[in-house]
């Protein structure tokens, strides 16, 4: 077997509007992307009643 060649190509989800230009840094890797794998998430570790609004609104977003 070969060597694997992977790339990791950090960024924020929440900023969306970066979105098409991390597309366009992924595809000069390689030319295309074979496997994506995606590790992103927002949690909480408080009662509802100590946590800001801005905080709730954030995590429950469509």
């Known amino acids: 077997m070969g060597?694997?060649?992977?790339?990791?190509?950090?960024?924020d989800i929440n900023d969306f509007d970066s979105?098409?230009?991390q597309v366009e840094k992924a595809l000069l890797f390689f030319g295309r992307v074979d496997v994506l794998i995606n590790n992103a998430g927002i949690s909480q570790?408080?009662?509802?009643?100590d946590s800001k609004f801005?905080?709730?609104k954030k995590i429950n977003r469509d």
């Open 45 to 49: 570790r408080s009662l509802i009643i």
């Open 19 to 21: 979105a098409p230009k």
């Open 54 to 56: 801005d905080v709730f």
């Open 3 to 11: 060597q694997a060649k992977i790339e990791i190509l950090p960024f």
